[in-house]
């Protein structure tokens, strides 16, 4: 014969599976240990634990703030997640700021290029979007790119302008050469004249002009350097040649 009571619809082991869970969450608060379930000394005890969570949840709630009365493990969780929280708004804030200095550099740019907004952007006067990932990349590889041509560019100036000479500065000096007589031998003085060769002096033409009584003068340009030759020191050396050489005088001096 069958039990009558497989035709109800009864649940023996509600206080059981009750017991059970109520065992769980004060396990998860920490107010129990596992394992201490069945060393409780029967459901008494049980109840009374549940009776405490209960009065610790209920403080936890009077607390200011919410959570004044939970457990170490809940309120570094919630620690944990109000840091998590700052810092995520911090990101969006500066992902936004980023947002619109790029818009703006964007709006730049095609005003500058003549290119369109689109008419939606046009109307309410707001600088085109950035669309995506892929365009605020493309924005940083083109001044990356724009930057090293820029510093190409300067590069190759000052390159160029390194190897550009120095401007030297120069002088053309015409000397005039006189004799101590009319018997002084004039070939014999060009040739001591022109015996002086130094670094940065250059002697040009020549040419002998008539002084008085048939007694003339050697009138010679040379040009010089005038940071490597000075023009007095040129004027004494040739002066040492005292047998054919009275005096030289500077004629002409010009920069050239």
């Not at 065992?23 to 596992?34: N, S």
């Not at 809940?74 to 947002?99: H, P």
């Not at 004494?236 to 001096?253: N, P």
Request: proline share 3%.
């Amino acid at each position: 014969m069958a039990n009558p009571l497989m035709q109800e619809n009864v649940w023996l082991q509600q206080q059981r599976y009750e017991e059970a869970e109520a065992f769980y969450h004060a396990v998860q608060l920490g107010t129990v240990q596992p394992g201490q379930m069945g060393a409780q000394g029967g459901g008494s005890s049980l109840k009374k634990e549940i009776a405490q969570t209960r009065q610790q949840i209920q403080n936890a709630l009077n607390q200011p703030g919410g959570h004044g009365g939970a457990s170490p493990q809940v309120q570094k969780r919630l620690d944990t997640l109000e840091k998590e929280n700052k810092n995520l708004k911090k990101t969006t804030d500066d992902l936004r700021a980023l947002i619109k200095k790029l818009e703006s550099r964007v709006a730049v740019l095609e005003k500058g290029s003549g290119v369109t907004a689109t008419p939606g952007a046009a109307r309410s006067g707001a600088a085109p979007v950035i669309t995506s990932i892929r365009h605020l990349r493309f924005l940083y590889v083109q001044d990356a790119a724009a930057a090293a041509l820029k510093q190409k560019r300067l590069e190759e100036y000052k390159a160029k302008k390194a190897k550009k000479p120095a401007v030297v500065a120069k002088s053309s000096v015409i000397l005039d050469v006189k004799p101590w007589d009319d018997e002084t031998d004039m070939k014999e003085m060009e040739r001591l004249v022109r015996s002086l060769q130094k670094d940065g002096l250059v002697w040009g033409v020549s040419k002998l002009v008539d002084l008085a009584y048939g007694i003339k003068k050697l009138q010679i340009i040379c040009v010089i350097e005038d940071e490597k030759i000075s023009v007095e020191d040129l004027r004494e050396e040739i002066e040492q040649f005292e047998d054919l050489v009275q005096s030289v005088d500077i004629a002409a001096f010009n920069k050239i």
